[in-house]
């Protein structure tokens, strides 16, 4: 496939708008692209726009399964007249071109599709498969990858590589992203006899003083380090003059392979109950979302594959690094917490999201031949 063929590619999946949803027009727009090299592709359509992709290619040995996974969707455009730049209109100016999920991530998610595509038009066979998993919401929820990873789309995997923006660089670990909501109940009263009530909010004062101490012992990852926890919101009462029957908060964590996800429920429960039980106060803990941590020892065969592909392709010289940060892989771990992950694609993490998002052409590029290496020498 010619560049620029693989532009168009990129600029057609800029033009959908799959701002938190809509990410059917993308599926669609991909079928029908591989169906043009004689490759089926499965559309997971469900809810009314919403959609994810799963195509395979290889036979054989079923032991060993490649997996390639990116997301259709992308975050909000904001403020349209903050832009310079049509946030759909995949502008292109030098190397850069602009448009909303230009890097997070519809430029890795094309360069594997293409790479594939190519492999398969080389006359390649890998000895096993490579599944290439496309997923709706990873922006907002995870609504795709969870759909998935109860259909056991993960269980079988050797492998999987994560197509969001690294700058070229190879991430092996990541931390989990845990979201979790605290619910106060006390008793309303008069504001002049607050000893007729129970004061919901101060409930919550007694959490957030256990909280700040809550992971002080916990033991330090070789790869992500200490859990990182916060209390983000609060929301409380309707009327000064009132003791509120019902506060709540809400608080982000960071878990990490040393202190996973049920630990962290477990610790978070522990406090909540010695609350209940030593107090006046009803506490109630409800998880919102739960993303577990990746890590996969740098030292390994895919991390090792993973960065040769990349110094071969990239101008710059690519490092091994982490971040504090959850892909749609915290899903696919779920049950799989020993799967090999590494997250790399083009350009900087640091350029998702913002205003005037842009990616490089020569990046782009890069990131194609980088995923065709890696296919291709996995299998040996």
Known sequence: MDKEKQAKILKDLIHINSVNDNELDVADYLAR?????????????????????????????????????????????GNRANWHHDPFGAESQGDRLFGRGTADMKSGLAAQAIALIELKESGWQPDGKIRLIATAGEEYGTPGANRL????????????????????NIVYATSGSYNYQVVCKGRSAHSSMPERGINAVSGLARFIELEASLF???????????????????????????IPDRAELRGNLRPTRAFDNERVTQRLGQAIDYLNQTTDYELTLNILN??????????????KLALKAASDSYANQPELTIINGATDAS??????????????????????????????????????NAYRTIMHDFFG
């Open 290 to 303: 739960d993303w577990w941590p990746i890590a996969t020892d740098p030292q390994s065969d895919l991390v």
């Open 216 to 242: 002080d012992n916990v033991p330090l990852d070789q790869y992500l380090g200490s859990v990182k926890h916060s209390i983000t919101i609060l929301k409380a009462g309707d009327q000064v003059n009132t």
């Open 33 to 77: 692209l591989f169906a043009q090299y004689g490759m089926d592709a499965k559309v997971d359509a469900f809810g009314e726009r919403r959609a994810n992709l799963i195509v395979e290619f290889g036979q054989g040995n079923t032991d060993r399964v490649l997996g390639i996974t990116g997301h259709m969707d992308t975050v909000a455009v």
């Open 331 to 368: 899903v696919f771990v779920k049950h799989r917490a020993d799967l090999p992950v590494v997250v790399l694609g083009a350009d900087e993490w640091s350029r998702a999201h913002q205003i005037d998002e842009y990616t490089t052409w020569s990046s782009y590029f890069a990131t194609i």
């Open 149 to 168: 990873e109860k259909k056991g789309i993960a269980k079988d995997l050797s492998a999987l590589i994560v197509g969001e923006p690294t700058g070229g």
